[in-house]
């Protein structure tokens, strides 16, 4: 049956499959199945292992219930028309033995928040705003979440699976990796057959975060919000997936931050706004010429590379799937494969990123 | 005797079964079709609802499951606003055939939306032969008046390339007028109960559309406020004209006719 995003407009994919040995058998540690867009991420390793690292129910959360982080999965995924991640969320409720008939009635449910508890409801509503408004909705939707009795360890989560789906659908929807194959499987009869191996396994794999400590005090832009979550297992891995991003030699860490500076600028982010600024300074760009680049999205001082990554950054912050498509493939036309990758990883992340921003930052 | 009657009764409910079976089947396949075809249809309803508003206003309202009773209200926001409108098209009604003439329009309306939405603005409406577009009316933009004058740019060129088509054909060229400006206002779903469009009600909009009328006046097609100048990027050519005193307006109007972009910005690929 089809699913609630099959009448999405998805380009063809925008990038080469490339094996990977090492990260495939990486993924399928931390995963126990085949990672089925780890091969398109491989090019750029950074990329590739927060793509894994960064699902919250491979133990990253700690206070949250993992059915309401799922229902925000799913619906965030909904709400940024993301079809690939769509689908997997659809294959594995079927797995679980979910009927499509239920999957459609608690997609139904999901659209009308009236029929569900308040704390779910109040969830929903979060990522949902976070989704469509972004950080300009960020106190509105913290004081629903509290009034609907989330503490505060549970908000900072909520904004972790909201973020971290950001990342996850914009990553998979930039270079439009194939959905079809995902949304046709629960249907094939191997698939049938063995969906509760898949599910035994996949149920196997997820686990409740424990207390980690913060090893070490992170130094890099978004250091704070690492640091937020201190004592949480997100802050480490959220804390690697940005420290990898930023040593990753494929685009230059100038292109980086200028990219992550516009997304901030976009969502309206003024926390991250001020420690990207503050790192942009560092790297020898004065203010007037990040002002200029911020108010027009071009200045003399920008190299060809970077006017096109930062032009390309403000697409990705409120999009239609096949247009966003459409300017990725223009992009690869300028850009070799890996930094492709790389700035759809970029812009994924920092759309994650600046959400969060404005939800941990401002809150604290 | 008692064998062959148990096998009897054991084919003829076995029959039974299949032949209940069968029907539950037929059943069930009969209503997965009309699931199929009422799925298609409200597909195709919300395809056509996305031609008389924003797609995205659609789209929420359609994932919300909001009446449009509902829907809610008009939010405050600064927006930019575009007005375009065709020089000449009173002449040219009396000119060509009828649906000539929606052929030529037609061809109009697209080339100019396709500008807007290109550089992230929304159709408002099609008011005759004239077009109201806001640029970070649904999402925040805060690269909105370049976005519009680089749509009303594309615009220029599109028309342009159109006039190409239509000389070929002995038709007569269209010019456009077009006035921008930005200012605040409400912009949502508005109207009676029985008709609403999306729309942003405010002083940007009236000013956009005094400005297009006064691209006659000054000989260009594209006009923009002293409001919007003080936002563009300098890589845009403006040439400053005279104040016009403006209906409803108690002041002239300063006004600045956007020629295009400066060579180095051209260079830089815009």
């Given amino acids: ?364 | 005797m008692t064998w062959t009657a148990a096998l009897v009764v054991a084919l003829v409910i076995i029959a039974v079964l299949a032949g209940a079976l069968w029907r539950q089947r037929h059943y069930q396949e009969r209503l997965k079709a009309q699931l199929k075809a009422a799925t298609a249809d409200l597909e195709q309803l919300q395809n056509a609802c996305s031609r008389l508003a924003p797609a995205g206003v659609v789209q929420r309202l359609v994932a919300d499951g909001i009446a449009l009773d509902d829907a809610p209200g008009a939010e405050r926001k600064v927006v930019t606003a575009m007005f375009v409108d065709l020089v000449g098209f009173t002449a040219m009604t009396e000119r060509l055939e009828p649906a000539l003439l929606v052929r030529v329009l037609n061809g109009y309306y697209q080339r100019v939306s396709d500008a807007i939405e290109e550089h992230r603005g929304q159709v408002g409406s099609f008011v005759g032969d004239g077009i109201v577009a806001y640029f970070g009316a649904i999402q925040p933009n805060p690269w909105q008046c370049d976005d519009a004058v680089r749509a009303a740019l594309a615009m220029r060129a599109a028309i342009r390339a159109y006039n190409g088509e239509l000389e070929r054909e002995g038709l007569p060229p269209l010019a456009i007028g077009v006035g921008i400006d930005r200012g605040p206002g409400l912009a949502g779903l508005m109207g009676s109960r029985a008709r609403r469009e999306y729309a942003f009600i405010g002083r940007a909009v009236n000013l956009a559309a005094r400005l297009q009328g006064l691209t006659r006046i000054h000989q260009v097609d594209i006009l923009v406020t002293e409001a919007l100048r003080a936002e563009l990027d300098a890589g845009f050519v403006l040439v400053p004209m005279p104040a016009e005193p403006v209906k409803g307006f108690a002041e002239p109007i300063v006004t600045y006719a956007v020629r295009g972009r400066s060579e180095p910005h051209q260079d830089r690929g815009q």
């Fill in chain 1, 1 to 364: 049956m089809a699913s609630a995003l099959e009448h999405v407009s998805w380009e063809t994919c925008l990038i080469e499959p490339r094996s990977d040995r090492a990260l495939e058998a990486y993924a399928r540690r931390k995963v126990g199945v085949p990672f089925l867009s780890l091969r398109y991420f491989a090019s750029v390793p950074w990329l590739a292992r927060a793509v894994v690292d960064l699902h919250p129910e491979l133990g990253l959360l700690m206070h949250l219930d993992q059915s309401v982080a799922d229902l925000l999965t799913l619906v965030v995924s909904q709400e940024n028309s993301c079809r690939f991640c769509y689908a997997v969320m659809r294959m594995l409720l079927r797995a679980q033995g979910m009927s499509d008939a239920r999957i459609e009635r608690m997609e139904q449910h999901l659209s009308r928040a009236g029929d569900l508890p308040p704390r779910t409801a109040a969830a929903i509503a979060f990522g949902r705003s976070q989704s469509r408004v972004g950080p300009g909705a960020a106190r509105d939707a913290r004081r629903a979440l509290r009034h609907a009795g989330f503490s505060d360890d549970e908000m900072k989560e909520i904004g972790f699976v909201v973020a971290s789906t950001d990342f996850l659908n914009r990553i998979h929807t930039i270079p439009a990796i194939p959905s079809r194959p995902v949304e046709r499987m629960p249907d094939r009869l191997h698939m049938r057959l063995l969906g509760p191996l898949l599910n035994y396994i996949v149920q196997k794999h997820r686990f409740r975060g424990r207390a980690t400590p913060l090893e070490r005090a992170p130094l890099y832009p978004y250091a704070r919000l690492v640091r937020a979550y201190a004592g949480s297992p997100i802050a480490p891995a959220l804390g690697q997936a940005i420290e990898e991003m930023w040593a990753s030699p494929v685009l230059s860490r100038r292109s980086k931050l200028l990219m992550l500076a516009v997304i901030a600028r976009g969502l309206g982010c003024e926390v991250c706004a001020l420690e990207i600024g503050e790192a942009l300074q560092r790297e020898g760009l004065d203010a007037s010429a990040l002002a200029q680049i911020l108010t027009h999205l071009d200045a003399p001082e920008l190299d060809d590379t970077e006017r096109l990554l930062v032009r390309f950054a403000r697409e990705t912050i409120w999009y239609e799937p096949a247009v966003l498509q459409r300017r990725a493939r223009a992009l690869s036309a300028r850009l070799t494969g890996p930094q492709l990758v790389e700035a759809a990883g970029v812009a994924s992340l920092a759309n994650g990123l600046c959400r969060l921003g404005a939800m941990v930052l401002e809150h604290a």
